[in-house]
C-alpha cells in the first residue's frame, strides 16, 4: 500500500513563528501536493511539485514556501505564522505516468496558530 | 484554468435509495477526473478514477460515476445507499499532463439516514 506519512497530526504554535510541516512518501512518486482543508472552501492547492527542486505554485501560494531537496520528502514551511493560517493540511503524492495520475493522501496536519 | 464545481453542499438519502453526487469541471483539454472520499478526522480516500474510454467508471465501496463531455459533468453514483456511506466526497480534476497539478471542489456532504 502507497504510504504518505505527515509528521504531526496536531501543532500548535505562535504568530510569527516559522512553522515546518513534512512529508515523506514511499512509492517513489513524482509528483507531490500541499493543500489546505477549510469547511466550505474545499481542498485549496497551496504548492506543488513534479520532480526534486521543482516546484509550481497552487492557487493560495502567499505566506508559505516549499522545499523538495529528496525525491520522497516534501516540506511546507509557513515563514512567519498568522492566525489565518490556522487550518488542516493535506501532503499528497502521485506518479507522472499516465494512466496512474490518481493522488494519495497523508492523514493531515490540524495546525492551530495562537 | 482547471476549476471544479460540486453545487450541492449536502446531499440527504434514505437508506436503500440511489445516490447521486453532482460535479461539473473546467479543464484546457482532455481531462482526468477523480472522486475522493473523506471520513471524520482522515485523510482523503481515492473512489475512481475517469481517464478515458467507457463513460461509465466503477470504483471502491459500490460506487460509479458517469463522464459526460458535452455537460462537462463527472457526477458520482450508487444503485443503493447505506448509512456507512455517509462521509464528505470530493471531486477532481487534472490535465492530460504529467506535470499537472489536482485541483479539488468545495466538496459535498452526503447523508444517509436509516
Known amino acids: 500500500d502507497v504510504k504518505v506519512t505527515q509528521s504531526s497530526r496536531y501543532l500548535v504554535k505562535r504568530t510569527g513563528e516559522k512553522v515546518f510541516l513534512e512529508c515523506v512518501q514511499d512509492?517513489?512518486?513524482?509528483?507531490m501536493f500541499w493543500y489546505r482543508q477549510d469547511p466550505g472552501l474545499g481542498l485549496r492547492l497551496i504548492y506543488f511539485?513534479?520532480?526534486?527542486?521543482?516546484?509550481e505554485k497552487g492557487d493560495i501560494p502567499e505566506g508559505y514556501s516549499v522545499s523538495r531537496e529528496k525525491k520522497e520528502r516534501f516540506s511546507l514551511i509557513l515563514e512567519s505564522a498568522s492566525t489565518n493560517q490556522t487550518s488542516m493540511y493535506l501532503c499528497?503524492?502521485?506518479?507522472?505516468?499516465?494512466?496512474?495520475?490518481?493522488?494519495?493522501f497523508g492523514q493531515g496536519t490540524r495546525l492551530t496558530v495562537v | 484554468a482547471q476549476s471544479v464545481a460540486q453545487p450541492e453542499d449536502q446531499v440527504n438519502v434514505a437508506e436503500g435509495n440511489p445516490l447521486t453526487v453532482k460535479c461539473t469541471y473546467s479543464?484546457?483539454?482532455?481531462?482526468?477526473l477523480f472522486w475522493y472520499v473523506q471520513y471524520p478526522n482522515r485523510g482523503l480516500q481515492f473512489l475512481l478514477k475517469?481517464?478515458?474510454?467507457?463513460?461509465l467508471v466503477k470504483g471502491s465501496y459500490g460506487f460509479e460515476a458517469e463522464f459526460n463531455k458535452s455537460q462537462t459533468s463527472f457526477h458520482l453514483k450508487k444503485p443503493s445507499a447505506l448509512v456507512s456511506d455517509s462521509a464528505l466526497y470530493f471531486c477532481?480534476?487534472?490535465?492530460?499532463?504529467?506535470?499537472?497539478?489536482?485541483?479539488f471542489g468545495s466538496g459535498t456532504r452526503l447523508s444517509i439516514r436509516p
Open positions: 475517469y481517464i478515458t474510454g467507457d463513460n
Open positions: 499528497a503524492s502521485s506518479f507522472r505516468r499516465q494512466g496512474a495520475f490518481e493522488a494519495f
Open positions: 512509492m517513489d512518486h513524482e509528483n
Open positions: 479543464v484546457s483539454g482532455n481531462p482526468y
Open positions: 477532481a480534476v487534472r490535465r492530460y499532463s504529467s506535470a499537472s497539478k489536482i485541483i
Open positions: 511539485s513534479y520532480d526534486v527542486k521543482m516546484k
